[in-house]
C-alpha cells in the first residue's frame, strides 16, 4: 500500500457541528471586491471557484465591518446594515452547492481604519494612541460606544446567520478587539484596562453577545496574533494565556492563530504576505498553543510544508490540523 506524504489532508475533521470533507480551508481576506458594501457576482464567484476546487470550507469578508463608525476603507463588506442578508443567502446557496461551509470574517477597525471614508465619522479606539499607519487620533471609547459597538457586533452576526453562513470569525489582530487586547494600545484604567483579564474583557462581551444572537450551531472562530513580537506588546506567553481564557469559555469553536504586529509596517507584511515569504509562518507558534489548549482547534498560516506535517516535534505538529491559505 502506498502512503501519500499528503494523506492527513485528505482526511474529514470536525469543526463543532460540521464535519469537513478535508483539511484544506480558505482563510479571510480582503480582495478588495464588494460593490457598495456588498458581495456581487464576482466576489461569489471568486469564492464558487475555490469550492469547485475541492476545498473544504471558504473563509470570505477579510474584515467585514461591523458599525458605522468602522467603515469599508479598503473594499471590504459591510454588514452594519440588513441590506446584505439577502446577498449572503445567494451566496450562501452557492458555496454549498459543492457540498462546501462558508463562513464571514467580520470586525470593528477601531483606530486602524481611516475615518475619510464613510460618512467621515471619527475614529474609536480603547486609547487616545494615534493610529501608525495613517495617523489619525481616535477618540476614546466611551461606555456607551462599547456598548454600541458589542451590540453592533452580535447584529452582525445575525445578519449573517441569516444569510445562511455557517460561521463567522472575529479579526483580533491589530482591530479593536485586539487594541483592547494589547498593554501598546490601551491604557485604560476602568474595567476595560490594566491586567489581561480586563483588557480581554471588551472581546469576551463581543462573543457572549455573539453566542446570545446566533443559533447554537452556529460556528465561531477567533483569529489572533499570538505574539506580536515587538517589546511591550502580547508575549507568547500572553498568546498562550488568551488562548486557555478562551478556550476555558466554551464560547468558541476555533482558534485561528497568527503572529505579529499587524499594525506595524513590518507585522503587516508578515501577515498580509507576499509570495516571498516563507510558508507555514506561524507554525510553530499555532503549535504551541494547540499544546496548551489541547482540545481547541486552529489552524496556521498558508499551508505548511510537507516535511511539518511528518515533524516528529509536537510544536510543529498543528500541521495534522487544517491547513490554510488565504491565495
Ligand atoms: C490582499 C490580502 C488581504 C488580506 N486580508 C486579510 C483580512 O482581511 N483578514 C485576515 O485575517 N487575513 C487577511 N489576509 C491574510 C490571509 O488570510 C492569509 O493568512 C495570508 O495571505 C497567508 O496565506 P497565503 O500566503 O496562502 O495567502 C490577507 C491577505 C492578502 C494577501
Not at 502506498?2 to 478535508?22: D, E, I, M, V
Amino acid at each position: 500500500m502506498t502512503t501519500s506524504p499528503y494523506r492527513a489532508l485528505f482526511q474529514p475533521f470536525q469543526l463543532g457541528h460540521l464535519t469537513l470533507k478535508n483539511r484544506i480551508i480558505s482563510t479571510s481576506h480582503a480582495p478588495a471586491y464588494a460593490e457598495d458594501g456588498l458581495p456581487g457576482e464576482r466576489y461569489q464567484r471568486y469564492h464558487e471557484e475555490k469550492a469547485k476546487g475541492g476545498l473544504a470550507m471558504t473563509m470570505f469578508g477579510g474584515a467585514s465591518s461591523v458599525s458605522m463608525d468602522s467603515p469599508p476603507s479598503f473594499g471590504q463588506l459591510n454588514l452594519s446594515d440588513d441590506r446584505i442578508i439577502a446577498p449572503l443567502q445567494a451566496f450562501a446557496k452557492r458555496i454549498h452547492a459543492h457540498d462546501v461551509p462558508l463562513m464571514c470574517q467580520i470586525s470593528h477597525a477601531g483606530r486602524r481604519t481611516h475615518p475619510a471614508t464613510g460618512n467621515w465619522l471619527p475614529t474609536v479606539a480603547p486609547s487616545a494612541i494615534r493610529e501608525p499607519a495613517h495617523g489619525a487620533m481616535p477618540k476614546v471609547l466611551e461606555a456607551a460606544d462599547i456598548r454600541r459597538i458589542v451590540a453592533d457586533y452580535a447584529e452582525a452576526a445575525r445578519r449573517c446567520a441569516e444569510g445562511g453562513l455557517d460561521g463567522v470569525e472575529l479579526l483580533v489582530s491589530g482591530h479593536l478587539i485586539g487594541q483592547f487586547w494589547s498593554p501598546l494600545s490601551n491604557k485604560r484604567t476602568d474595567a476595560y484596562g490594566g491586567d489581561l483579564d480586563n483588557r480581554l474583557r471588551f472581546g469576551m462581551e463581543v462573543l457572549e453577545a455573539i453566542r446570545d444572537h446566533t443559533p447554537r450551531a452556529f460556528i465561531i472562530s477567533l483569529r489572533f496574533t499570538a505574539n506580536e513580537f515587538i517589546a511591550g506588546g502580547i508575549t507568547e506567553d500572553d498568546g498562550i494565556a488568551i488562548a486557555k481564557a478562551h478556550a476555558a469559555t466554551g464560547l468558541v469553536d476555533c482558534l485561528n492563530i497568527s503572529g505579529g504586529a499587524n499594525w506595524t509596517k513590518a507585522g503587516v507584511a508578515e501577515t498580509v504576505p507576499s509570495m516571498a515569504f516563507p510558508a507555514g509562518r506561524f507554525v510553530t507558534l499555532a503549535g504551541k498553543v494547540r499544546q496548551a489548549t489541547g482540545h481547541c482547534k486552529f489552524r496556521c498560516q498558508r499551508g505548511a510544508r510537507r516535511s511539518d506535517r511528518h515533524d516528529p516535534r509536537p510544536d510543529r505538529r498543528s500541521a495534522y490540523d487544517p491547513q490554510t491559505s488565504g491565495r
